[in-house]
C-alpha cells in the first residue's frame, strides 16, 4: 500500500542537502512526464551496489507537484529516492535508514515553506534538544548525477557516482580527514555539525 510523506526536491548530500533545491517552475511541471512506477523504482536504485537493489524502499511519485510517496517497501537498510521528474538534471541517491529521520525533517520543513540556511538551523536545534535523532553509527548514502536513465538497461550512461558517509559532528581531528574539497581524495564536509560526512568522489557511468 503507498504511504504519504512530506514531499522534498531529493537529497544533494555533496552540496550539504538532500535535494533541497527551490521549486521548480510552473513551466517545468508542465513539460515534465511522469514515468511509470517500475521506471522510478529502476532509476533510484542505480546508486546502489547491485545486491542492495532489489530490497531497498523507494520513495517517488504518484503525480507531478506532489508528495513524495512509498512506491515499494524494502527489505534491507536502505531507502532510494527517485530522480524528480520536473529537474533539468538526472539525480537519484540513496541513504541508510537510520538517516530517514534527519531526512525526512528537512523535507516537512520545505514542504512547509522553510528554505535555505533556516532548514538546517531548525534541524541542528532539534538535534541539540534531542528531539531530532541521528545515527549512533556511520551512515552511506550513495548518489548518481547527470547523465540519462536508460529503463531499458536499468543505467545511467554519462552519471557521475559519488559516495558520503554521514558521521555527525565529526571532525579532521576525529577521522583524521582533510576538510579540504578535492576532486579524487576523500573530504570533509561540515565538519563538527550534525550532518558532518565524509565525501568520497566516485566515476563515470
Known sequence: MRRVIA?????????????????????????????????????????????????????????????LIVLRDGRNNMI????????????????????????????????????????????????????????VHPAMLYQVFGGKFDAATGTVPGGQSYFVIYVPFGTTETTGITATQSAKDPWLMWPGTPKAHIMMPGSKM
Open 80 to 135: 532510494c529516492l527517485a530522480p524528480d521528474p520536473t529537474a533539468d538534471t538526472f539525480h537519484a541517491a540513496c541513504y541508510h535508514k537510520a538517516m530517514e529521520p534527519f531526512m525526512a525533517r528537512g523535507r516537512e520543513l520545505r514542504a512547509q515553506g522553510v528554505r535555505g540556511p533556516r532548514v538546517d538551523t531548525v534541524r541542528f536545534a532539534e538535534v541539540k534538544s534531542g528531539k531530532l535523532k541521528l545515527p
Open 7 to 67: 514531499i522534498a526536491p531529493q537529497i544533494i548530500a555533496c552540496l550539504a542537502a538532500l535535494r533541497v533545491g527551490a521549486q521548480q517552475p510552473d513551466t517545468s511541471r508542465a513539460r515534465a512526464v511522469l514515468p511509470s512506477t517500475a521506471d522510478q523504482i529502476a532509476a533510484a536504485v542505480t546508486p546502489l551496489p547491485q545486491e542492495m537493489r532489489a530490497g531497498a524502499t523507494v520513495l517517488g511519485y504518484a503525480a507531478i507537484g506532489k508528495p
